[in-house]
């Protein structure tokens, strides 16, 4: 992009300073604004009539308040966008998640709390006592009665599953008291409908609490496991008989966060020689079965992970060399960020019994994230993943994803769904067909950066280097978001 001739003015600068910021940067350059239940018009194609239900994600809708930009993309306040199908079509509402810190500070329209890149405004002695805000801004989990934001360093909090007005602060009928973390990426188990889940107590030795609920969200069960030291764990993976945690080799100096010296993010350390813990659980009892110390490396994120016909547990996870993702995460605000960083796609297959790796081996060697199987595959080998994967002409370093895939760890094909230039997909989300779970749709919510406008692409998950079989106009852009889900049959 050329910048104007003329710069000589303050202001002329600021925007010529922004023409040289990619297109995914006017997605968050403002703050998202909400919209209320609305039809959506078809840009193109038209709905599949077996697509009824709701599709709901979440992610920073706003990085900025009072002119101050936020320390890291991880401390937008939670904004959710639902889409709701039915045979009469689609509507859509988005609206931020009503936190008790949100709400604070909406009123006053100025930061004042920490969060996880970012300590609370103000002099060291005011910022003592402070808590960190509750940001209710990296996933979705559908309960017949509830949607809940969820946050991994605090309770969740209960929307309403049409309109996502927000009920407030929910500690699952006190099985979370004391504001008890419950994480962002909640398993749930497609025989039993159990749902699985883990939250962090930082300490000198965290302890990692472990929580099974039944089909409907209430917590049943509750234990701890003491780990080592103070790692960031951010997902995990049910595997048949097993939950397995892999902490990477990221300690958090607590002595500075509880001072409110430094944030969380800042505080992180990247130690390679210590390893990666490797914790195997009982997904009956919510005990240890084993551990062990494997190669260095960090994942946000796990696609799903298997037993195997001879015990072994095989995880799929998407892995980077170190912990500089952070620094890349934490620069996006800017839009202008300048570290280089790569996940690629790995198979790492272990003995449960004794948390031993056996094997390890890079599948699919291109930049990849936000990864998911059918659900109705979570625990179980899966036939197909789907991802945000770097277009092959892409920038890392500059660039979001600017593309979609299916990918077969088994056979390793790869179908590419290219959304051409300036074009940026969320992860891609699958609902199945009611009447055949391995056939369905793939939903990403895309912000056209050619038009400044977010739509949302439904692929037949088997077509995905075909056209959209539909494209729904949003009515207002949506900022890039982490996570969401898909619930079957709610309809508005
Ligand atoms: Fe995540």
Redesign the pocket.
């Known amino acids: 992009m050329v910048a104007s001739p003329d710069s000589s003015t303050q202001s002329t600068q600021s925007i010529s300073s922004n023409f040289t910021k990619p297109a995914w940067f006017r997605a968050i350059a403002q703050p998202a604004n909400e919209f209320p239940l609305t039809p959506l018009s078809v840009v193109s194609g038209e709905l599949p009539a077996g697509l009824q239900g709701s599709l709901y994600r979440n992610g920073p809708g706003r990085l900025e308040r009072g002119g101050e930009s936020v320390g890291h993309w991880f401390d937008g306040d939670g904004a959710v966008l639902a889409v709701h199908f039915s045979s009469e079509g689609a509507t859509a509402t988005y609206r931020y998640v009503r936190t008790a810190g949100y709400v604070v500070e909406d009123a006053l329209d100025q930061f004042l709390y920490g969060g996880y890149g970012m300590t609370p405004p103000g002099a060291l002695w005011e910022r003592w006592g402070k808590s960190v805000k509750n940001a209710a801004n990296?996933?979705v989990l559908g309960l017949p009665d509830r949607l809940l934001a969820l946050w991994e360093g605090g309770n969740p909090h209960a929307l309403d599953l049409e309109d996502l007005s927000t009920v407030g602060r929910d500690d699952r009928q006190g099985a979370l008291s004391d504001n008890l973390a419950y994480s962002?990426?909640p398993k749930r188990d497609p025989i039993t409908g159990e749902i699985y889940n883990f939250g962090l107590t930082p300490g000198l030795n965290s302890t990692l609490n472990l929580y099974r609920s039944d089909r409907t969200g209430k917590i049943l069960q509750h234990t701890t496991v003491e780990l080592k030291g103070t790692p960031l764990v951010?997902?995990f993976v049910l595997a048949g008989r097993y939950l397995i945690f892999c902490a990477p080799p990221v300690q958090i100096k607590l002595f500075p966060v509880g001072l409110q010296l430094q944030s969380f993010s800042d505080a992180m350390q990247w130690q390679p020689q210590q390893g990666t813990q490797v914790i195997v659980i009982d997904r009956e009892s919510l005990t240890e079965v084993s551990r062990s110390t494997a190669d260095p490396w960090f994942q946000?994120?796990f696609s799903n992970g298997y037993e195997d016909v001879e015990g072994h547990v095989v995880l799929d996870v998407l892995r980077y060399a170190d912990f500089k993702t952070n620094q890349y995460l934490q620069e996006i605000p800017t839009g202008d960020p300048q570290t280089s960083t790569k996940a690629t796609f790995w198979r790492v297959r272990l003995d449960p019994q004794t948390g031993k790796v056996l094997s390890q081996e890079e599948l699919l060697d291109r930049g990849c994230e936000f990864a998911v199987v059918k659900p109705h595959q979570t625990g179980q080998e899966a036939d197909a993943v789907f991802l945000n994967i770097h277009r092959p002409e892409a920038n890392p370093q500059r660039e979001l994803f600017g593309a979609i895939a299916r990918f077969s760890p088994e056979t390793q094909d790869l179908t590419v769904a290219d959304m051409g230039s300036d074009r940026y997909p969320s992860e891609p989300l699958y609902a199945p067909d009611p009447h055949d779970p391995n056939q369905g749709w793939v939903l990403t919510v895309v912000f056209d950066g050619t038009t400044d406008t977010s739509e949302l692409w439904i692929f037949d998950a088997d077509g995905l280097d075909r056209e959209p079989v539909c494209r729904l106009q949003l009515p207002s852009i949506i900022p890039h978001s982490?996570?969401g889900t898909w619930v079957a049959g709610v309809t508005s």
């Open positions: 990296t996933s962002a990426h951010h997902d946000w994120h982490f996570h």
